[in-house]
């Protein structure tokens, strides 16, 4: 995971031009099946069995770019760092963290805690740090 993520800035660009090169693939490969069906129809039998394998190549090329750029997006998803509450006991001062939940907000009080029965309030909201920033800083 560590090496996805120092990898993914270099990679936008390259991806980028992928893309383009894709978009131009396919529509190459579309001009082709539809020339190769016009041979076909002319009587170009052997011209057709080139237009056809050329452009089916060119398709499944395109098709396997376009199906690998949606498995990056993917992955960059599961990458979306994590957002945090920290929760607090004003009386005893018992500290936990669950994930955010909506309507969070800091000095939000919540139920009570579960050792002194006092109220327990949000404290803090973050983003869980990546495992490249907890290198860095471990103390944080
Ligand atoms: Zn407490």
Same mark, same amino acid.
């Given at each position: 995971m560590t090496n996805k993520a120092a990898s993914s800035g270099s990679s936008n660009k390259i991806s980028t031009f992928v893309l383009a090169v894709t978009y131009i693939t396919l529509i190459l490969s579309i001009i082709a099946i539809v020339a190769g069906v016009t041979a076909f129809y002319e009587g170009f039998i052997e011209v057709t069995a080139y237009l056809l394998a050329i452009g089916f190549i060119a398709l499944a090329l395109s098709g396997y770019y376009v199906f690998q750029s949606r498995k990056h997006v993917a992955t960059l998803k599961i990458e979306t760092p994590k957002i945090l509450t920290t929760i607090e006991c004003i009386k005893c001062g018992i500290k936990s963290t669950r994930e955010f939940q909506r309507g969070d907000y800091v000095y939000k009080e919540l139920d009570k $805690?579960?050792? $002194?029965e006092d109220t327990q309030v949000i404290t803090a909201i973050y983003r869980e740090p990546t495992l490249k920033e907890k290198e860095k800083n471990p103390t944080a």
């Open positions: $805690c579960s050792k $002194c």
